[in-house]
């Protein structure tokens, strides 16, 4: 099983920038496919971002370009760097983990980190 901990969100005016991490207490991330999502009130968690086991990257469209997610397995960590940030990009971020070889991690989820944007 793997515990997953999110760090580094916060508060930041509109254009700048934030890095998240996700790390694992237990587990080898770099068995795992990895993502990032984020969740508004009222809405859906949606996906934003995934390092999938076997090596590929996708992204949400309206984060392309702005967003790099990266791992350090060296670490166990991902890594989410937010650049370019905008009011519509606040949300709860959540790391998720995922043994199968897959662009949508679910298997496992950490807690969440906020990240607020002012315009």
């Known amino acids: 099983q793997v515990h997953l901990v999110e760090s580094g969100g916060g508060s930041v005016q509109a254009g700048g920038s934030l890095r998240l991490s996700c790390a694992a207490s237990k587990g080898t991330l770099s068995l795992y496919s990895m993502g990032w999502f984020r969740q508004t009130e009222g809405k859906e968690r949606e996906f934003v971002a995934t390092f999938a086991r076997f090596g590929w990257i996708t992204y949400e469209d309206s984060v392309k370009g702005r967003f790099t997610i990266s791992r350090d397995n060296a670490k166990n960590t991902v890594y989410l760097q937010m650049n370019s940030l905008k009011p519509e990009d606040t949300a709860v971020y959540y790391c998720?983990?995922?043994?199968?070889?897959?662009?949508?991690?679910?298997?496992?989820w950490g807690q969440g980190t906020q990240v607020a944007v002012s315009s």
């Open positions: 998720a983990a995922d043994r199968k070889n897959t662009d949508r991690p679910s298997e496992y």
